[in-house]
């Protein structure tokens, strides 16, 4: 049965400029600015939280199901992301906009001036699962991840109606949806992804408290950064995994959704929670051992040392009889 993973995609556009944008800057004329920078590189990385996921359930075996919208500039991102083992046959192509795209420009005080282009993500609004699952199979799971706002209503609306098991993952979204719609992604799903941040947003936009988070969703799976990860269900005690052991932190971003592609891979392996988490948390390490988020890369072998290293025998041998 597969994993359909509904989210953004989309690319960084990364510059540097040599200079300070402060120098530039003139206090008196800020409302009729009008400057350009001339950039030392640019650096191209692929994302989007959805991409991002799915690009690591390939290196873990699995053939995810891409859900979202892109433009027609996604021709090399597709053959990149199907040499990796992911099914991008469900992308909807925007006959009018490119694909999602963040443009940044970084000076060497850290100061940066940037921009997102939503682009073809707001048509994933368009795209209906009923006919994916059709072609596809029964899904494990739906994950809802952050996107277009009414596309992720509309694929946790589907889901209910159609009894597909969702996981809410809103991570990004959170910061700019009001509690209302916050409380209809994460009503009813079996599964509730955060951070500790997150958890806290969620509860305060709400208006529910932990115990009713919890009573809504089937398990809450919170990230703790460098201390691990935290699962909880109504009435049982929570289950707390430690990070993977000598981890070298380059660069963060991507880890979160690294973690859940180990997670949700080890679940269709048929693990419990502890073997997930574990194998979300060493997954998680490979990301953040290297700059861009899908630029990591391990054979099974590697990647079941790793677990053994960090976790023990045991947790090796089983995740040994899964991945490949």
Known sequence: MPLLIAGSIATDHLMSFGGRFADSLVVEQLDKISLSFLVDDLEIRRGGVAANMTFGLGRLGLTPVLV???????????SWLE????????????????TARFVCTTDPT??????????????????ELAPIVARVGAPDYVLIGADDPDGMLRHTEEC????????????????FSGGELIRDL????????????ESAMIEQKTGWTADEVLSRVGVQVTTLGKDGVRVQAAGAEPLVVSAAADVTAVEPTGVGDAFRSGFLAALSWGLGH???????????????????????SFTPGEFVARVVSSYGDEAGAEVSAHIG
Do not use: W
């Open 83 to 98: 040499r990796h083992g992911v099914d991008c046959s469900a992308v909807r192509i925007s006959e009018t906009k490119h």
């Open 274 to 296: 502890e073997r997930a988490c574990q194998v979300g948390c060493v997954l998680a390490a490979y990301v953040v051992e290297t700059v861009g988020t899908q630029e990591y």
């Open 110 to 127: 850290g100061a940066q001036i940037a921009s997102f282009y939503p682009g073809a993500m707001s048509e994933a609004r368009l795209i």
């Open 186 to 197: 994460i009503d009813g799903a079996a599964y509730l992804f955060s951070n500790e941040y």
């Open 160 to 175: 209910r109606q159609r009894g597909y098991p969702f996981i809410a993952d809103p991570s990004q979204q959170l910061a």
């Open 68 to 78: 979202g919208a892109a433009g027609e500039d996604f021709a090399d991102y597709r």
